[in-house]
C-alpha cells in the first residue's frame, strides 16, 4: 500500500511516520483492533504502508508516547485500554454509615433525544442537524443520592443506548458504551468549578439551597481525538477531596 492511499487524506507535509502515526489512530478509532489486543506485527504494517521497518517503528513509537499502544515484551503491540473506574473518586469521597470507603452505584432517572444547544453541539463537534442523547443520572450509597449527572452524546454513535431499559444501564458507562455502541473512550479532560446549589440541587442531594457544591465537567473523546461526551457531575463540597502527588 503507497503512502498517498491512505484513508483521510493525510496531511502530506508530515514526516512519513507521522503520516502513519495519524492513520493507525484512524484504524484503531473505527475498531480495527480493539482494547487489549495485539496490532498487527511491525513487519506486517511494514509491508502494508510501502515502508522501512525503521519508519513505521517511529510511528509506533509516538503511539506508545501517547498512551495509544503498549508493548509486552514477547508478546506483541497492544491497543490501552483506558482506566476511568476511579477517575471520579479522586474528587469525592463516601463512606458508609459504619464509616468504611464506599463507592456510590448508578441509576438512570430520564433519557431523551433533544436537539443541543450550542455549548454541547460545538464540544461534541455535532452539525446543526443533529441530535444528542440525554441522560439524567444519580449516585447513591445506601439509597441516599450523593451524586447528580447530566450526559450527552452523539445519538448516531450511540444508538445502542436510545432504546436500553433504564435498568439495564450499569454503573460504570464505559464498557457498556464499548461492548454496545464500539464507542471507546481514550482520553478525557475535566474542569472544576464551585457552584451554589440550586433548588433542583438541594432536593436531589439533600442540602441546602444556596449550600456550596463542586461541578465536574468531562469531555472524553475517542482514540482519534473526537469528542464523544460531555458529562457534568454535581457533588455536595463536604464530600469533595482532591489528592495530588508532585515531585
Not at 464540544?123 to 449527572?149: F, P
Not at 458504551?177 to 473512550?185: H, K, M, S, T
Request: hydrophobic share 40%; proline share 5%.
Amino acid at each position: 500500500m503507497d503512502m498517498q492511499s491512505l484513508s483521510g487524506k493525510p496531511d502530506g507535509r508530515l514526516p512519513r511516520y507521522q503520516q502513519l502515526r495519524d492513520d493507525l489512530v484512524r484504524r484503531i478509532a473505527e475498531g480495527e483492533w480493539s482494547p487489549e489486543k495485539a496490532i498487527a506485527t511491525e513487519a506486517e504494517l511494514s509491508q502494508f504502508y510501502n515502508v522501512s521497518t525503521g519508519t513505521l517503528r517511529k510511528a509506533i513509537d509516538l503511539l506508545v508516547a501517547d498512551g495509544v499502544l503498549t508493548r509486552t515484551q514477547g508478546k506483541g503491540t497492544f491497543v490501552r485500554r483506558p482506566r476511568f473506574d476511579s477517575s471520579l473518586f479522586r474528587f469525592f469521597r463516601f463512606k458508609s454509615v459504619d464509616g468504611k470507603p464506599v463507592r456510590p452505584t448508578a441509576k438512570v432517572l430520564r433519557r431523551e433525544v433533544v436537539k443541543p444547544n450550542e455549548t454541547i453541539r460545538s464540544t461534541l463537534q455535532m452539525k446543526a442537524t443533529e441530535k444528542t442523547l440525554h441522560l439524567s443520572r444519580v449516585r447513591m450509597i445506601e439509597g441516599e443520592a450523593v451524586l447528580s449527572e447530566e450526559i450527552w452524546l452523539p445519538r448516531s454513535r450511540f444508538e445502542g443506548l436510545a432504546t436500553l431499559p433504564l435498568g439495564d444501564f450499569e454503573d460504570l458507562l464505559y464498557p457498556l458504551y464499548e461492548r454496545l455502541c464500539r464507542q471507546i473512550v481514550a482520553s478525557a479532560t475535566e474542569i472544576l468549578n464551585v457552584e451554589k446549589a440550586t433548588e433542583a440541587d438541594a432536593a436531589l442531594l439533600r442540602i441546602e439551597v444556596g449550600s456550596p457544591v463542586i461541578l465536574v465537567q468531562r469531555v472524553a473523546s475517542d482514540f482519534a481525538g473526537t469528542p464523544i461526551e460531555w458529562r457534568t457531575t454535581r457533588g455536595a463540597a463536604e464530600a469533595f477531596q482532591y489528592q495530588v502527588d508532585i515531585r
